[in-house]
Protein backbone atom coordinates (compact mmCIF):
# COMPACT_ATOMS: atom_id res chain seq x y z
CA UNK A 1 0.00 0.00 0.00
CA UNK A 2 1.17 3.58 -0.68
CA UNK A 3 -0.09 6.24 0.99
CA UNK A 4 0.12 10.42 -0.31
CA UNK A 5 -0.38 13.13 1.79
CA UNK A 6 -0.42 16.96 0.11
CA UNK A 7 0.64 19.96 1.67
CA UNK A 8 1.08 23.73 1.14
CA UNK A 9 -2.55 24.42 -0.51
CA UNK A 10 -4.16 28.06 0.20
CA UNK A 11 -4.91 31.55 -0.31
CA UNK A 12 -3.16 33.65 -2.90
CA UNK A 13 -3.97 36.33 -5.35
CA UNK A 14 -3.62 36.40 -8.94
CA UNK A 15 -0.63 36.60 -9.72
CA UNK A 16 1.04 35.06 -6.65
CA UNK A 17 2.60 31.81 -6.44
CA UNK A 18 2.41 28.49 -4.28
CA UNK A 19 4.25 25.33 -3.76
CA UNK A 20 2.04 22.24 -3.11
CA UNK A 21 4.16 19.12 -1.88
CA UNK A 22 3.12 15.04 -1.67
CA UNK A 23 5.17 12.64 0.63
CA UNK A 24 4.69 9.07 -0.55
CA UNK A 25 4.96 6.35 2.07
CA UNK A 26 4.33 2.67 1.95
CA UNK A 27 5.88 0.27 -0.69
CA UNK A 28 7.21 2.65 -2.84
CA UNK A 29 8.90 0.79 -4.86
CA UNK A 30 5.35 -0.13 -6.80
CA UNK A 31 4.98 3.55 -7.74
CA UNK A 32 5.73 4.58 -11.02
CA UNK A 33 4.39 7.96 -12.48
CA UNK A 34 3.61 10.48 -10.19
CA UNK A 35 1.03 13.52 -10.70
CA UNK A 36 -1.24 16.31 -9.75
CA UNK A 37 -4.13 16.36 -10.84
CA UNK A 38 -7.37 19.59 -9.81
CA UNK A 39 -10.97 19.78 -9.23
CA UNK A 40 -12.74 22.63 -9.09
CA UNK A 41 -16.35 23.25 -8.07
CA UNK A 42 -18.73 21.67 -10.84
CA UNK A 43 -16.07 20.54 -13.30
CA UNK A 44 -14.10 17.13 -13.75
CA UNK A 45 -10.99 15.98 -12.24
CA UNK A 46 -8.00 16.70 -14.39
CA UNK A 47 -4.42 15.89 -14.80
CA UNK A 48 -2.50 19.25 -14.52
CA UNK A 49 0.69 18.05 -14.80
CA UNK A 50 2.81 14.11 -14.41
CA UNK A 51 6.00 13.00 -14.20
CA UNK A 52 7.53 9.56 -14.60
CA UNK A 53 10.20 7.65 -12.39
CA UNK A 54 12.49 8.98 -15.21
CA UNK A 55 11.69 12.66 -14.26
CA UNK A 56 9.84 12.99 -17.82
CA UNK A 57 7.40 15.31 -17.61
CA UNK A 58 3.88 16.69 -18.56
CA UNK A 59 1.62 19.52 -18.23
CA UNK A 60 -1.85 20.61 -18.87
CA UNK A 61 -1.90 23.65 -21.98
CA UNK A 62 -3.40 26.12 -19.41
CA UNK A 63 -0.70 25.89 -17.07
CA UNK A 64 2.35 25.56 -19.02
CA UNK A 65 4.87 27.70 -18.70
CA UNK A 66 3.55 28.56 -15.37
CA UNK A 67 3.72 25.40 -13.15
CA UNK A 68 6.69 23.56 -13.29
CA UNK A 69 6.52 19.71 -11.17
CA UNK A 70 9.23 18.55 -10.08
CA UNK A 71 10.45 14.60 -7.78
CA UNK A 72 12.71 13.53 -5.23
CA UNK A 73 12.83 10.04 -5.47
CA UNK A 74 15.17 9.78 -2.65
CA UNK A 75 13.01 11.66 -0.51
CA UNK A 76 9.78 9.79 -2.12
CA UNK A 77 7.99 13.38 -2.86
CA UNK A 78 6.49 15.15 -6.05
CA UNK A 79 6.40 18.90 -5.47
CA UNK A 80 4.13 21.58 -7.97
CA UNK A 81 5.23 24.77 -8.07
CA UNK A 82 2.72 26.89 -9.22
CA UNK A 83 3.55 30.56 -10.65
CA UNK A 84 1.26 33.38 -12.16
CA UNK A 85 -1.54 31.92 -10.43
CA UNK A 86 -4.92 33.12 -11.85
CA UNK A 87 -8.31 32.87 -10.39
CA UNK A 88 -9.56 30.14 -12.77
CA UNK A 89 -6.98 27.97 -10.54
CA UNK A 90 -8.90 27.66 -8.00
CA UNK A 91 -9.83 24.13 -7.07
CA UNK A 92 -8.73 21.16 -4.99
CA UNK A 93 -5.25 19.65 -6.49
CA UNK A 94 -4.85 15.90 -5.11
CA UNK A 95 -1.69 14.22 -5.89
CA UNK A 96 -1.89 10.72 -7.80
CA UNK A 97 0.83 7.72 -7.82
CA UNK A 98 0.57 5.00 -10.48
CA UNK A 99 1.54 1.92 -8.44
CA UNK A 100 1.47 -1.83 -9.54
CA UNK A 101 -1.48 -2.28 -7.31
CA UNK A 102 -3.14 0.47 -9.78
CA UNK A 103 -3.55 4.54 -8.58
CA UNK A 104 -3.35 6.03 -5.23
CA UNK A 105 -4.62 9.26 -4.11
CA UNK A 106 -4.35 11.53 -1.78
CA UNK A 107 -6.50 13.65 0.16
CA UNK A 108 -6.84 16.72 -1.50
CA UNK A 109 -5.28 20.47 -0.79
CA UNK A 110 -7.21 23.68 -1.16
CA UNK A 111 -5.80 26.44 -3.63
CA UNK A 112 -8.12 29.50 -3.80
CA UNK A 113 -7.11 32.06 -6.07
CA UNK A 114 -8.58 35.51 -5.59
CA UNK A 115 -8.51 38.54 -8.03
Known amino acids: QVQLVESGGGLVQAGGSLRLSCAAS????????MGWYRQAVGKQRELVASITSGGSTKYAESVKGRFTISRDNAKNTVSLQMNSLKPEDTAVYYC?????????WGKGTLVTVSS
Open 26 to 33: GIIFSIND
Open 96 to 104: NARTVGGPV
